[in-house]
């Protein structure tokens, strides 16, 4: 089993930033994918981005490329989604998931990921 625990979330104002971060304990993921959706209120669970176990891949949604970056430190077990730019529209519960196998196609798919943390909340005021 992997527990994910993400932190970083708040109210922020718009055009601006926060860094999320996914601490991974209970398994070694430095060989796995690591997702990051979102869901905002009255919405499904939707894809964010995606990183490769390497980090050397990384894909994102239309809706945040340009203003989102994913990346990960497997030394401390540790995945990030810095965000910039921020918009209302980006108000949403972010979650953290990790897949056991490599990085393809489905990827933005929430049925393609293994393991999930709790969520943690961002609020983006106008």
């Known amino acids: 089993q992997v527990q994910l625990v993400e932190s970083g979330g708040g109210l922020v104002q718009a055009g601006g930033s926060l860094r999320l971060s996914c601490a991974a304990s209970?398994?070694?993921?430095?060989?796995?994918?690591m997702g990051w959706f979102r869901r905002a209120p009255g919405k499904e669970r939707e894809f964010v981005a995606a990183?490769?176990?390497?980090?050397?891949?990384?894909h994102y949604a239309d809706s945040v490329k340009g203003r989102f970056t994913i990346s990960r430190d497997n030394a401390k077990s540790t995945v990030y989604l810095q965000m910039n730019s921020l918009k209302p529209s980006d108000t949403a519960v972010y979650y953290c998931?990790?897949?056991?196998?490599?990085?393809?196609?489905?990827?933005?798919?929430?049925?393609?990921?293994?393991?999930w943390g709790q969520g943690t909340q961002v609020t983006v005021s106008s």
């Open positions: 990183i490769s176990w390497s980090g050397g891949i990384t």
């Open positions: 998931s990790a897949d056991i196998g490599p990085i393809s196609p489905g990827y933005t798919r929430v049925s393609r990921y293994d393991f």
């Open positions: 209970g398994r070694t993921i430095s060989s796995y994918t």
